[in-house]
């Protein structure tokens, strides 16, 4: 267990320092007429940000040798592909109108331009590692009903306003000149001069604080009292289920102990009921109890890698436009924290008496990774059939099997030699006779579905508003740095899942089902199914995206994220239940 703390100190430091190094290289100071770094990065439709392409995909004009700059993992992964800019921007060097290149447009790149502005194509540039934006084009439809009238124009005139701070650059803005512009509607050659101007204005802001002003997007008032709001209901329904608890455990469970103390001393021919006699089944081993481990261990290692994500947020380590920093960080924590899931499946597998712990070892491996495998080698494949820049290089998918082959393998492996040789026993207050309880009819809202679904509905109520503004900055272009309130969200998201599995397993318990492994591990999981439910009521109702390949990366990886919590939640339902059962067990005599 040293081993495994020195682990995710590690992960914790080598995270922070990967996602740090380009913030240092980007604190630049520079002289005047300095060349200051312009780089284009992609384009694509506005409303489907999985759909990206590469800024020369469409036919602009480059001044001239067009070079690639070097990126990091978590930049390829996010889908940057970052060029030099036809525009050269010198440190305070004023232009106005000044042409950047000509170009004579054919055909058949006019109609592609039209296509792109049809659509809503934007751009994203970095200039000195500060985000632009701007629209390629707009489309005049005043005082025309039938499309077919509708006039399509190219910009071709950027407008710069930068701000700096004595040797720095602060800020930058564009605009885009809408009396300059190409007209696409027609199918036909025509000349396009890409033409900008520079104008530099002075500020008081300091470096360090260049980044505040993406950040406080999502710290206007408006946005707090939502925020609030959603912690206040949270709260409630906290509050509500925690008062709810304290009823059985106080009331509830005090009656059984005195009705089962009074029926020990009462004759021996009283029918038996409730909870208490199913002492000798309650800690019968679940079926499956390879893949329950497996489960275990994975979710395990996923509530670790969430905790060491919020971590490096609460930090400082996510700030906007830290171009690939969470992928970095999901990538190199989860490699490094794999030995958790080895080490907990494996130790608990045998506290269960299995004895194929190798076979259990390969289960816990593949049981997250496998889907998230698959389901990248179909969107890769979608993505490379568009020619998207969401399609990873050969070299840097070999760069991630070589993580999963020398680090995650290996300290996998290591965790379940070490859960193996942990020697620990599970702690059962009651001995388990040999032949299995029979489980009397319950009624149709006892069984498994309709459990999960109760379960999963009051930890949801609790996020539920949250979720938007999440999925508006994975799915959409909101900006969301408001950490401390998310992870306010998710204690509460643990806290109310923990106690409603521990609240359904006790009224399973006194209707004498003993079997409530598998029970409180989907129940507390349940959770997962319904933001995948969200999921649906986001994408038609809440969101603009459409087409094939936005379509099935957004129901591909969110049905990834949510296996995670389905897996992460189903453990901490598990261990919650464990815990009450093994309280209230200890509680009374068992013969």
């Not at 496998?370 to 990248?376: E, I, K, Q, R, S």
């Not at 001995?431 to 149709?444: A, G, M, V």
């Amino acid at each position: 267990m040293k081993n495994l703390s020195t682990i995710l100190v590690l992960a914790i430091l080598i995270t922070c320092c990967v996602t740090r190094v380009r913030s240092d290289a980007s604190d630049h100071r520079y002289n005047d007429g300095d060349a200051v770094p312009l780089y284009a990065n992609k384009v694509g439709p506005f409303h489907n940000p999985s759909e990206t392409y590469r800024y020369f995909d469409l036919p602009f004009c480059s001044a001239g040798d067009v070079k690639e700059k070097r990126e990091a993992l978590g930049e390829v992964l996010n889908g940057d592909r970052l060029v030099s800019a036809p525009y050269k921007l010198e440190f305070r060097k004023e232009k106005d109108t000044e042409v950047a290149c000509r170009r004579k447009l054919t055909k058949e790149e006019v109609a592609q331009f039209r296509t792109a502005v049809k659509k809503d194509y934007y751009f994203q540039m970095y200039y000195d590692d500060l985000p632009i934006w701007g629209f390629l084009g707009k489309v005049d439809k005043e005082g025309k009903t039938d499309p077919s009238e509708y006039k399509y124009f190219l910009y071709k005139h950027i407008q710069f306003e930068v701000m700096y701070n004595k040797d720095r650059v602060i800020e930058i803005g564009a605009k885009m000149d809408p009396h300059s512009v190409v007209d696409l509607t027609e199918d036909k050659d025509v000349d396009a001069d890409f033409m900008y101007t520079v104008k530099w204005r002075e500020t008081n802001i300091p470096f360090e604080n260049r980044m505040d002003k993406y950040s406080q997007s999502s710290s206007l008032p408006h946005h707090l009292e939502i925020h609030w709001f959603s912690i206040i209901n949270s709260c409630v329904t906290v509050l509500l289920l925690t008062g709810f608890l304290a009823t059985i455990l106080m009331r509830v469970l005090k009656n059984d102990f005195m009705k089962y103390a009074q029926d020990e001393e009462a004759a021996d021919d009283q029918e038996e009921t409730g909870w208490k006699y199913i002492h000798g089944d309650v800690f019968r081993f679940p079926k499956h109890k390879s893949l329950f481990a497996a489960a275990h261990g994975s979710g395990t290692q996923l509530f670790t890698l969430t905790i060491f994500i919020f971590m490096l947020a609460l930090v400082g380590v996510f700030y906007p436009y830290n171009r690939g920093a969470l992928f970095t960080a999901l990538v190199v924590i989860y490699a490094l924290t794999s030995g958790i899931a080895g080490y907990t499946a494996t130790s608990f597998y045998c506290q269960l008496e299995g004895t194929n712990w190798v076979r259990n070892l390969l289960l816990t491996g593949c049981l997250f990774c496998g889907p998230l495998f698959l389901t990248f080698c179909f969107l890769n494949t979608v993505a490379i059939a568009y020619s998207a820049t969401a399609a990873l290089p050969f070299g840097t998918i070999v760069v991630i099997v070589l993580i999963w082959t020398l680090v995650t393998s290996p300290l996998l492996v290591l965790g379940g030699i070490a859960g193996k040789n942990s020697k620990a026993e599970f702690q059962a207050p009651c001995r388990t006779t040999k032949y299995p309880r029979e489980i009397p009819p319950l009624p149709w809202y006892r069984t498994t579905i309709p459990q999960m679904a109760m379960a999963g509905f009051l930890p949801f109520s609790a996020i539920y508003i949250e979720l938007y503004y999440i999925f508006a900055s994975v799915w959409g272009h909101r900006i969301y740095t408001i950490y401390s309130i998310l992870f306010i969200v998710f204690i509460i998201l643990l806290i109310v899942t923990a106690f409603i599995t521990v609240a359904l397993t006790y009224f399973q318990l006194a209707a004498e089902d003993h079997e409530w492994w598998w029970r409180s591990f989907l129940c507390g999981g349940s959770t997962g199914l319904f933001i995948y439910g969200y999921c649906l009521y986001y994408y038609y109702a809440r969101s603009d995206m459409s087409g094939f390949m936005q379509t099935s990366f957004f129901f591909g990886y969110m049905a990834c994220i949510c296996y995670g919590f389905f897996l992460m939640l189903g453990t901490v339902g598990f261990r919650a239940a464990l815990l009450f059962v093994r309280h209230i067990y200890k509680s009374i005599k068992c013969e």
